[in-house]
């Protein structure tokens, strides 16, 4: 026989007669009226227990516990574990004296405590905390004075959480200490990012801890030194060229730091390989090593800002730079339209009050340039091609020209927009392609401006098809001019 069962029945064994007398269960409720109603738990081991409540029947004068896990009320403590037992939930022997407990924790007070003068426990954890003694001293600690002055704490379903606040008054740090019994485990987040376990004191995992490893861990956490970005202070101006992030020179422009807390004081970059607390006690700055690197980036934007030289990536340029050059852009384009639109009209008015009529010296002009160019005096090779063909017809002679094609299409561009008057006057001028030249290129040359072959196809296809005819000629091309 173990040494463990061997200890169950010598407890068991010293209220045998006074169980025969009054089963424990209904003595409690007997010496503590107050308890109907309230919670138990039951702890199969140190780190696992099961729920009961207890409550009073009036009309049968008897107590009753109420089993949570599986929905089921047993008249005896024995009952309810053996019940539990059945269900596979635990194994061995237990002690209702020594494993019930009136809080989920097994170092406070037992069943056995009320019951008898000398109570025996199984579990030996008088040097680990629980939950109720976290709480009990943060409350004495978070007290002005204390030296966890100005922690909030809450209670949760699990355990405890408790938040630190900065000097503005914003949440910064937080921790969640979970409880399994005396078994606790804990969380810590910066912002809202969660620490790793390298950059923390103790491990994380669910264990056996003392009330002063608890304390030292919360005063780790009160005290850390948190990283707040490369603050925009002074660089107001690449906020306003870069935006909400800054982007790298590679090819896909890939972001390495995003604005955070924008339009507040507290305004600041922040490099998307942050460590969010600060490891090195002797550096008087508020960055992380990462943060620190964002200084001399932003100071490069800031010096080519004031050059002159914005080397925006659009793609990744702030909103309201996009919109001030979309505007400019606008505002050009408008005012080049109504340039274009008086030329024309003074033109226009020209021509039709000179009445064809040109001047002397605009003669003059055109030969002088024609024969500049058959000397090879002006290079033409950087003009546009149109006025390359243009100069090239000037020079030739006047009989059996041929023209390139592209040249005969911007031709018959010129004279549908400026009608036949202005098109005979430009033609005193220099040397263009007659009216005749342009229809036959239409009508029987390669289609690319006005009727088109397969339009005409489709046209004459239809008319034989619904029998149209006789409504005069269809000869559509010979009508275009």
């Given at each position: 026989?173990?040494?463990?069962?061997?200890?169950?029945?010598?407890?068991?064994?010293?209220?045998?007669?006074?169980?025969?007398?009054?089963?424990?269960?209904?003595?409690?409720?007997?010496?503590?009226?107050?308890?109907?109603?309230?919670?138990?738990?039951?702890?199969?081991?140190?780190?696992?227990?099961?729920?009961?409540?207890?409550?009073?029947?009036?009309?049968?004068?008897?107590?009753?516990?109420?089993?949570?896990?599986?929905?089921?009320?047993?008249?005896?403590?024995?009952?309810?574990?053996?019940?539990?037992?059945?269900?596979?939930?635990?194994?061995?022997?237990?002690?209702?004296?020594?494993?019930?407990?009136?809080?989920?924790?097994?170092?406070?007070?037992?069943?056995?405590?009320?019951?008898?003068?000398?109570?025996?426990?199984?579990?030996?954890?008088?040097?680990?905390?629980?939950?109720?003694?976290?709480?009990?001293?943060?409350?004495?600690?978070?007290?002005?004075?204390?030296?966890?002055?100005?922690?909030?704490?809450?209670?949760?379903?699990?355990?405890?959480?408790?938040?630190?606040?900065?000097?503005?008054?914003?949440?910064?740090?937080?921790?969640?200490?979970?409880?399994?019994?005396i078994f606790l485990s804990y969380?810590?987040?910066?912002?809202?990012?969660?620490?790793?376990?390298?950059?923390?004191?103790?491990?994380?995992?669910?264990?056996?801890?003392?009330?002063?490893?608890?304390?030292?861990?919360?005063?780790?956490?009160?005290?850390?030194?948190?990283?707040?970005?490369?603050?925009?202070?002074?660089?107001?101006?690449?906020?306003q060229i870069r935006g909400d992030?800054?982007?790298?020179?590679?090819?896909?422009?890939?972001?390495?730091?995003?604005?955070?807390?924008?339009?507040?004081?507290?305004?600041?970059?922040?490099?998307?390989?942050?460590?969010?607390?600060?490891?090195?006690?002797?550096?008087?700055?508020?960055?992380?090593?990462?943060?620190?690197?964002?200084?001399?980036?932003?100071?490069?934007?800031?010096?080519?800002?004031?050059?002159?030289?914005?080397?925006?990536?659009?793609?990744?340029?702030?909103?309201?730079?996009?919109?001030?050059?979309?505007?400019?852009?606008?505002?050009?384009?408008?005012?080049?339209?109504?340039?274009?639109?008086?030329?024309?009209?003074?033109?226009?008015?020209?021509?039709?009050?000179?009445?064809?009529?040109?001047?002397?010296?605009?003669?003059?002009?055109?030969?002088?340039?024609?024969?500049?160019?058959?000397?090879?005096?002006?290079?033409?090779?950087?003009?546009?091609?149109?006025?390359?063909?243009?100069?090239?017809?000037?020079?030739?002679?006047?009989?059996?020209?041929?023209?390139?094609?592209?040249?005969?299409?911007?031709?018959?561009?010129?004279?549908?927009?400026?009608?036949?008057?202005?098109?005979?006057?430009?033609?005193?001028?220099?040397?263009?392609?007659?009216?005749?030249?342009?229809?036959?290129?239409?009508?029987?040359?390669?289609?690319?401006?006005?009727?088109?072959?397969?339009?005409?196809?489709?046209?004459?296809?239809?008319?034989?098809?619904?029998?149209?005819?006789?409504?005069?000629?269809?000869?559509?091309?010979?009508?275009?001019?």
């Amino acid at each position: 026989m173990s040494k463990r069962k061997q200890s169950f029945e010598n407890i068991n064994s010293k209220f045998t007669k006074q169980q025969k007398k009054v089963e424990s269960l209904q003595e409690l409720l007997h010496i503590r009226p107050d308890l109907k109603g309230k919670k138990v738990y039951f702890f199969p081991r140190l780190n696992k227990y099961f729920e009961g409540v207890l409550f009073y029947d009036a009309k049968e004068k008897k107590a009753y516990v109420y089993s949570v896990i599986n929905d089921y009320k047993y008249e005896t403590f024995s009952q309810w574990m053996v019940g539990l037992k059945n269900r596979g939930l635990y194994k061995g022997y237990r002690s209702a004296l020594a494993t019930i407990f009136l809080e989920p924790n097994p170092s406070g007070p037992s069943i056995g405590s009320i019951l008898r003068s000398k109570s025996n426990s199984y579990w030996k954890v008088s040097t680990y905390a629980n939950i109720q003694d976290i709480l009990s001293l943060i409350k004495r600690e978070s007290l002005t004075g204390g030296k966890f002055m100005g922690t909030v704490i809450r209670e949760i379903s699990e355990g405890l959480e408790l938040h630190f606040f900065n000097n503005k008054k914003k949440l910064e740090k937080k921790i969640l200490i979970f409880a399994q019994g005396i078994f606790l485990s804990y969380k810590v987040w910066v912002f809202d990012q969660a620490l790793k376990e390298v950059d923390l004191p103790f491990p994380v995992k669910a264990m056996k801890r003392t009330l002063d490893e608890i304390s030292n861990l919360i005063q780790y956490v009160f005290s850390l030194k948190v990283c707040c970005g490369q603050s925009t202070v002074g660089f107001e101006n690449v906020v306003q060229i870069r935006g909400d992030q800054l982007v790298s020179n590679d090819k896909e422009h890939t972001p390495f730091a995003f604005l955070e807390n924008k339009n507040q004081p507290d305004e600041a970059y922040r490099h998307i390989h942050c460590k969010f607390i600060i490891n090195d006690e002797n550096t008087c700055d508020n960055k992380c090593e990462n943060c620190q690197k964002l200084y001399k980036t932003m100071q490069q934007i800031y010096r080519r800002s004031l050059a002159g030289v914005n080397s925006v990536k659009i793609a990744h340029a702030s909103k309201e730079i996009l919109i001030e050059k979309i505007e400019h852009q606008k505002k050009l384009i408008k005012t080049q339209y109504v340039t274009l639109a008086n030329i024309r009209d003074c033109l226009q008015k020209k021509i039709e009050n000179e009445g064809g009529e040109i001047s002397d010296n605009m003669s003059k002009i055109t030969h002088t340039v024609i024969e500049n160019v058959i000397n090879k005096n002006i290079d033409i090779s950087s003009l546009h091609p149109i006025f390359q063909e243009l100069i090239r017809i000037q020079s030739e002679k006047p009989n059996g020209t041929r023209y390139h094609p592209m040249f005969l299409r911007w031709a018959i561009s010129v004279y549908s927009k400026s009608g036949k008057a202005a098109y005979n006057v430009m033609k005193t001028i220099m040397r263009l392609p007659s009216i005749s030249t342009l229809k036959n290129y239409i009508n029987e040359g390669e289609q690319f401006s006005g009727w088109q072959d397969k339009t005409a196809f489709q046209i004459l296809e239809s008319l034989t098809t619904n029998n149209i005819w006789g409504y005069g000629r269809a000869g559509f091309f010979s009508q275009f001019f």
